[in-house]
C-alpha cells in the first residue's frame, strides 16, 4: 500500500463525511420532541467528538496489529451500523410548508443566512480558530513520541488513551458542566486546558506527565467542539439548519488543516518546542476572543 493509496482512501472516506456529518446532525430535529433538542444535540456532539478523538488510538491499534488494509476494513464495516439504525427506526420526518428550492438557491440561502447570524458567525469564527490553534497537540504528537520522549507506537499508543481518557471523561460530565457553567466559559476553560496541554508537551521528557496533559487536552478538546457544536444547531431555524452545518464544517476544517501546516511549518523551520509553545500562547488568545466572538447561552430551539 503506497501513501497516495491512503491518502486517496482518506480522501474518499472525508467526502462520504462530509455528506454523511450534517444531514445526521441534522436529523436530530426530525427524531425528538422540540423540548428535547438542546439534550439531544449536546448528547450527539459530544458523542461524536468523543469518538472522533478515541478513533485514532483505536485505529493505531488495529494498525499495528492487524495491518492497514484491516483497518479500512473495520472502518468500512462501521459505517453498517449508522445505515441499520436508519434502516430500523422509522421516525416521522417533518413536512415542511416551504416550497422545494434548487441547488442553487439553497446554497445561496444557506450562506446568506449564514452571514446574517451574529450567533452563527461568533461559534463558527470561535471554532475556526480553535481548530488552528489546538490542532498542534494531535498534528505533532508523533514529533513528540519521537524527538521529545525517545518513544516508539507504544509510547504513542499509551499517550493516544490518555488523550482520550480525558475526552471520554468530559463527554460523560457534559451535561453537567453546561449546568453549572455557561457556554463561553466553558469554552475559555477548554482553551485554557488544551494551552496547558500544549506547553507541558513542549517541557516534559516523562510519558506519564504527557499522558496526564493529554488527558487535559482531551476533555479540553471534546468541550470545545461540543460547545460550540450545539451553539451552531441551536441558532438555526430548522428549514436551514443542514446548511448552516456544513457551512460549519467546512470552515472549522480549513482550520484545522490551516493549524497543521502553519505548526508543521514552524517545527520545521525552528523548533517542535517553538510550535507547541506558539499553540498554548494562540490557544489562551482564543479564550480571550470571546469579547469579539462570544458564545451565547441558548436552553431551546429557534422556531421553524
Not at 267 to 287: M, P, R
Request: hydrophobic share 50%; with cysteine; net charge positive.
Amino acid at each position: 500500500v503506497s501513501p497516495w493509496m491512503i491518502l486517496g482512501f482518506s480522501f474518499l472516506i472525508a467526502c462520504g463525511g462530509a455528506l454523511h456529518d450534517p444531514a445526521w446532525q441534522a436529523s436530530v430535529g426530525d427524531i425528538v420532541d422540540r423540548r428535547d433538542v438542546p439534550a439531544a444535540v449536546t448528547l450527539l456532539s459530544v458523542g461524536f467528538n468523543t469518538v472522533r478523538t478515541v478513533g485514532p488510538a483505536l485505529g493505531g491499534i488495529v494498525v499495528a496489529s492487524f495491518g492497514l488494509l484491516a483497518a479500512f476494513t473495520v472502518t468500512t464495516l462501521t459505517y453498517l451500523v449508522p445505515l441499520g439504525t436508519i434502516w430500523r427506526c422509522k421516525w416521522k420526518v417533518r413536512s415542511s410548508p416551504l416550497p422545494r428550492e434548487s441547488m442553487r438557491t439553497a446554497i445561496y440561502d444557506g450562506l446568506r443566512f449564514t452571514a446574517m447570524s451574529s450567533e452563527i458567525k461568533a461559534a463558527i469564527a470561535r471554532g475556526m480558530l480553535f481548530g488552528l490553534a489546538s490542532i498542534a497537540i494531535l498534528a505533532l504528537l508523533p514529533l513528540v513520541v519521537r524527538d521529545h520522549l525517545g518513544g516508539g507506537p507504544l509510547a504513542y499508543g499509551t499517550l493516544m488513551a490518555g488523550f482520550g481518557t480525558g475526552a471520554v471523561f468530559a463527554g460523560i460530565s457534559n451535561g453537567t458542566f453546561r449546568r453549572s457553567l455557561s457556554q463561553e466559559r466553558l469554552m475559555k476553560l477548554a482553551c485554557v486546558a488544551c494551552a496547558a496541554c500544549s506547553l507541558s508537551l513542549a517541557l516534559t521528557s516523562s510519558i506519564p506527565v504527557a499522558a496526564l496533559a493529554l488527558a487535559l487536552g482531551g476533555a479540553g478538546w471534546v468541550t470545545a467542539w461540543s460547545g460550540v457544536g450545539v451553539s451552531v444547531q441551536l441558532a438555526s431555524p430548522r428549514w436551514v439548519v443542514g446548511r448552516s452545518i456544513s457551512i460549519y464544517y467546512a470552515l472549522i476544517d480549513g482550520g484545522i488543516a490551516a493549524g497543521s501546516w502553519v505548526w508543521g511549518t514552524v517545527s520545521q523551520s525552528h523548533s517542535l518546542t517553538w510550535a507547541l509553545e506558539g499553540s498554548a500562547g494562540a490557544l489562551l488568545l482564543v479564550a480571550v476572543a470571546g469579547v469579539l466572538f462570544p458564545l451565547r447561552e441558548r436552553r431551546e430551539s429557534e422556531p421553524d
